[in-house]
């Protein structure tokens, strides 16, 4: 503003001194009496020079103290111009003009600037431009439009020095003279305080919404494109609640390079991680990133998806069990590892698996669904689930049984019609037919609540899931690991011809379920080092949290749990445990699953959809 006003002083004054003939310059030298003292119409212009490069000079310099100076040089030129043509001004003398700008306390106005230089009217008779009072006229209307420049700024109050948002406006980004690249992203969330993966019009609390922010935030999309737009896919999605270390979703982002320039190499490009890092919440981030074919698809591109559900599995103290049937893992703690079965036992498996696809021409895995078992041998098998009391010996008993577990995981893996363990969208699915690849039991390592309580992983890697699928096998597998429900349990409601409608049962909660993995054949992601060393520090404060967290309810719990004033609180010690934590209590008053009302049938439903 300062600069633009010395140029407009500068080109004014040369404009004048040009327009002079040389009679009119000898006059442009001469005095005049103006009071008290006396300035030449020369040194009235050096001054407005003088003010003019020192105004610019100095960019400390309020603007409202420009103004007031060049109000006062507007009115000695306009005295001036009076005196030259019409006589001695009729006014008092004015203030000298200073030689520099000093601070000011009051405004600066335009309106009162011009009024005072005579602009619009003024005192005196009108002037034609070139005559000596013309040249002083148009050198003191300079002046008060330089005033009314510097002065009428914008959301500028008087008295008041504009701030920069006021001096200067936001630009707004040009997209257009980047390049833009096709890239894959790995995210890992805690989803347990937002509403979901997906967007949603109703809410911006999702990861999908936090992360689209974040992108606009940092310019690498732009403010208003669509995601339409982008090229955007994603290999999974999940629901409220739940959380991911291997999400992996594609889309189109701003590049390094010019529009004219080639796309740099990946060790050249901008580290994706680390910049859209800074502008996302703690609970979620980018683990790495990688380029990708433009025809590439999160979701389709994907060879398979590996969830893990936590479960907690908790000692109950000491129990009866029988000397002629030996312990299983859920009674002694065995490892995965040890509950291998012996060779003989593998083979006849084995041999037991590949039975019915050489009878039947059945998928591998599938051998288990028609086994015949009716509804009575089941209810009889969940009953001989539990351990006797007619032993002499005692040993420690557990909520679960990881061995029955086991065995009704095992009726999952291969290829089967889904639909009994899932919530049915027969507006968006039209197969409920899926392949899992295998599904194990395996113990988690967890510092905090060890003893009392030990946590295991449902480890289930599969092609594709339906809605909720996970969630629905994994209460099934809680009702066997609770001996409420014999493990053939499971091939019996993968056989859609025995069991066409649904039995009515509740979901596992949410918050156990993790998105571990999503696999590709050819996409290796980049991390930075300090992009890395970022994202362990924020993933390590949570942990830091959760296990204070959870060593402060053990130890509650194990207060609690040896409190002498009860007599059987070492017994009852957690016995059904909350739903929210996967726990493996036991619930009483359990109804079947084969004698439970059903849901319509898949069929139904699609004949109501018409």
């Known amino acids: 503003m300062l600069r633009r006003f010395a140029a407009l ?27 008290d003292s006396a300035l030449t119409r020369a040194e009235l212009l050096h001054q407005l020079q003088a003010l ?81 009072g013309a040249a002083g006229e148009e050198a003191a209307a300079a002046a008060a439009a330089a005033a009314a420049a510097i002065t009428e700024v914008p959301g500028s109050s008087p008295g008041q020095q504009p701030s920069k948002k006021q001096r200067r406006a936001p630009r707004e980004f040009d997209f257009t003279r980047y390049r833009t690249r096709p890239v ?17 019009d109703n809410t911006d609390n999702t990861i999908e919404g936090v992360f689209f922010s974040a992108l606009r935030k940092v310019k690498l999309i732009p403010e208003a494109a669509p995601v339409s737009e982008l090229a955007y896919s994603r290999c999974g999605r999940t629901d409220a609640g739940v959380s991911a270390l291997g999400q992996v979703v594609a889309l189109r982002l701003r590049s390094c390079a010019r529009l004219d320039e080639p796309l ?38 994907a060879q398979y998806r590996e969830y893990k559900y936590f479960i907690v599995q908790q000692r109950l103290g000491t129990a009866a069990t029988s000397p002629h049937v030996a312990p299983t893992a859920a009674t002694t703690g065995t490892t995965t590892a040890q509950l291998a079965p012996p060779p003989a036992q593998q083979q006849q498996q084995e041999q037991s698996q590949q039975q019915p696809q050489e009878e039947g021409g059945r998928l591998p895995g599938c051998a288990a669904v028609s086994t015949g078992t ?50 049915p969208d027969v507006t968006a699915v039209r197969s409920f037919r899926r392949r ?18 030990e946590v295991y992983a449902l480890v289930v890697r599969g092609t594709a899931f339906l809605w909720h699928q996970v969630r629905c096998m994994a209460a099934v597998l809680l009702m066997v690991g609770r001996r409420q429900e014999a493990p053939q349990v ?15 049962y509740s979901m596992a909660p949410e918050e156990p379920l993790l998105l571990y993995a999503c696999g590709f054949s050819d996409l290796a992601f980049r991390r930075s080092s300090p992009a890395v060393a970022a994202a362990l520090g924020d993933v390590g404060g949570q942990l830091g949290r959760h296990l204070v967290g959870a060593a402060l309810t053990a130890e509650c719990h ?53």
């Open 558 to 610: 194990t207060r609690m749990a040896a409190d002498t004033r009860c007599e059987d609180a070492g017994s009852s010690s957690g016995g059904s445990g909350n739903g929210r934590s996967g726990g493996g209590g036991a619930v009483g008053g359990h109804i079947p699953l084969l004698r439970r009302q059903t849901e319509p049938s898949i069929e139904e439903r699609m004949a109501r959809r018409g």
């Open 52 to 132: 003019a490069q020192h105004a610019s000079a100095n960019e400390g310099t309020p603007l409202t103290a420009v103004a007031e100076q060049l109000e006062a040089l507007a009115r000695q030129m306009r005295m001036s111009c009076n005196t030259s043509v019409g006589g001695p001004a009729s006014t008092s003398a004015p203030a000298p003009a200073p030689a520099a700008p000093a601070p000011n306390s009051g405004p600066g106005s335009a309106t009162a600037a011009a009024a005072a230089a005579g602009v619009d009217g003024g005192s005196g008779s009108s002037h034609l431009l070139g005559t000596p």
């Open 264 to 301: 740099p190499p990946p060790e050249s490009e901008y580290d994706y991680p680390r910049l859209i890092n800074k502008a996302l919440p703690p609970e979620v981030r980018v683990l790495g990133w990688s380029p990708v074919a433009p025809e590439f698809n999160a979701r389709f591109s």
């Open 490 to 504: 499971v091939a019996r409601l993968l056989d859609v011809a025995a069991t066409p409608r649904k039995p009515q």
């Open 9 to 35: 002083v500068g080109s004014a004054t040369a404009s004048i001194t040009k327009q002079l003939s040389s009679n009119q310059k000898d006059i442009l030298y001469s005095t005049y009496a103006m009071g």
């Open 184 to 200: 894959a992203l790995e995210l890992m969330y805690v989803g347990w305080a937002f509403q979901g993966f997906a967007r949603q």
């Open 374 to 423: 009716t509804e009575d041998q089941l209810q009889e098998g969940a009953a001989g689930a539990a351990p006797t009391a007619t032993a002499a010996t005692t040993d420690v008993s557990y909520s679960l049984d990881l061995d029955a577990m086991r065995q009704a995981a095992s009726y999952f893996v291969g290829e089967h019609d889904f639909r009994n363990f899932c919530k």
């Open 436 to 453: 899992i690849l295998s599904f194990t039991i395996e113990p988690v390592r967890c510092g905090a609540g060890a003893g009392s309580h």
